[in-house]
């Protein structure tokens, strides 16, 4: 298996939407991030389940790269 120096390592850019049931924008947040995708997702419900009022006003996440 071929070793990756961190150097070599490179931030990717997400942005992370959270949308209302009426399909409006509720916030925005881009980031640049060395999380998967799966694990970006496990930290958005993360904060979804934490964070009554967001979890209840958002309809849907979408997550863009």
Known sequence: ???M????LKPTEYT????S?????????TENSFLTLNQLTEQVALILEENHDLRV???KVDFLK
């Open 57 to 59: 006003q958002t309809g």
């Open 5 to 8: 120096r961190v150097a070599q």
């Open 1 to 3: 298996m071929a070793k």
């Open 21 to 29: 049931h009426e399909g409006e924008v509720i916030k925005e947040v």
């Open 16 to 19: 992370v939407r959270f949308i």
